[in-house]
Structure formats: structure tokens, C-alpha cells
T-cell receptor, first 113, second 112 residues
């Protein structure tokens, strides 16, 4: 079974709306990471989500646009707020397991129209 | 900014041939990982090589790491059409706690 379950897998969203992506892990992990992959591009880290504290955002990403929740050690959500066509991307969560192997969810493919 | 840079950006070979992809990075690392991404799919972890390792094998995959040159290579031997995908290297920089910096990727096409 998958280490990470991520949903939705795909969605088509209207401009100006917000969408929340969920990431469920099969065991407790300290850190969860959210990435964006724009069409034809590589992955860029959005933020690191630590349970019990605010997420740490990378340069170019802000909490108002990408609010993150981390209510427990197996779950996190990323919201893409006030979407525009430029937000059309794949959004992926990842976790690091003992042994340093990092696992990714299948990704959430968002198209903003 | 992205740390890893892969070359070539795109590679097209015939089934049965070997495919070599290279990756360079900029800062000290704990380890380097290679991932595959099939079109329309998520990332699949292929192999992890630690900073104190020089070579690692997994099936038809061979990864090398040269920390003095800050570079790594991924060799896929006897390629198959099913190997067609994008391949990314990612570094887990020293001091990080699991966040990765990805290269731009190599798009591999294996023709039957």
C-alpha cells in the first residue's frame, strides 16, 4: 500500500476560487514537505510543515497564498488560494522516513480556468 | 534557486542501448537521490546514494557520485520502452531535514 495518499488527484478549478489538497501518511513523521511542479518544469519546494508550529515557507511563497495545516503527525493540507491560471501545476507532498528515503504522493494535478 | 542541473535535457535512444544522465549540484550534501516520473504520474524513488559512497547498483541502474566534482550520474543499462520517463536528481543538503532540491530533469525516450 502507498506510503502517502494524496487527494484530489486531479481537479479543474475556477479562477478566484481556493482548493485544499490533503496528504495522509501511513505512519507518523516529523516533517512533511509541499512541492509545486509547473508544466514541463522540475519540482520546487513550497514549504515545510511541522506538527504544532507554523509552516516554514520558501522564498517566493507566502502563507496567504498557500496556507498549510498540520494537525497531527500523519496528515497535512495545502490550500491554493484565490487561484489564477498561473497556479495550474502539480502539487506534491513528501515525507522522509527512517533511512533518509523520501517518499512522494502521487500528486494533485490542478488546472485553473 | 535550483541546485541540481541535469544533462542532457532530453535523450532519445533505441531499446537495448544504455542511457546515461548526469547531474551537478552546488553545495555539500548528505545524500543524492534519483527519481523517475512517468508522464502524468507522480515521482518514483529509484536510488539513494550517500555522500560517503561512490557507486551504487540497483538492478539495471548504476549511480555514481563524485563529491569532489559535485556531480552524479545515472546509468540505465539495456533500456526498455517502459523506461521512457523524466528522471530527476535531488539533493538533501547538509543541515536540511528532508527537503530536497531538484534538478531540471532529463526526459528519456526509449524507442522500441
Amino acid at each position: 500500500s502507498a506510503v502517502i495518499s494524496q487527494k484530489p488527484s486531479r481537479d479543474i478549478c475556477q479562477r478566484g476560487t481556493s482548493l485544499t489538497i490533503q496528504c495522509q501518511v501511513d505512519s507518523q513523521v516529523t516533517m512533511m514537505f509541499w512541492y509545486r511542479q509547473q508544466p514541463g518544469q522540475s519540482l520546487t519546494l513550497i514549504a515545510t510543515a511541522n506538527q504544532g508550529s507554523e509552516a516554514t515557507y520558501e522564498s517566493g511563497f507566502v502563507i496567504d497564498k498557500f496556507p498549510i495545516s498540520r494537525p497531527n503527525l500523519t496528515f497535512s493540507t495545502l490550500t491554493v488560494s484565490n487561484m489564477s491560471p498561473e497556479d495550474s501545476s502539480i502539487y506534491l507532498c513528501s515525507v522522509q522516513k527512517p533511512g533518509n528515503t523520501i517518499y512522494f504522493g502521487e500528486g494533485s494535478w490542478l488546472t485553473v480556468v | 534557486s535550483q541546485q541540481g542541473e541535469e544533462d542532457p535535457q532530453a535523450l532519445s535512444i533505441q531499446e537495448g542501448e544504455n542511457a546515461t544522465m548526469n547531474c551537478s549540484y552546488k553545495t555539500s550534501i548528505n545524500n543524492l537521490q534519483w527519481y523517475r516520473q512517468n508522464s502524468g504520474r507522480g515521482l518514483v524513488h529509484l536510488i539513494l546514494i550517500r555522500s560517503n559512497e561512490r557507486e551504487k547498483h540497483s538492478g539495471r541502474l548504476r549511480v555514481t557520485l563524485d563529491t569532489s566534482k559535485k556531480s552524479s550520474s545515472l546509468l540505465i543499462t539495456a533500456s526498455r520502452a517502459a523506461d521512457t520517463a523524466s528522471y530527476f536528481c535531488a539533493t538533501d543538503a547538509r543541515g536540511s531535514q528532508g527537503n530536497l532540491i531538484f534538478g531540471k530533469g532529463t526526459k528519456l525516450s526509449v524507442k522500441p
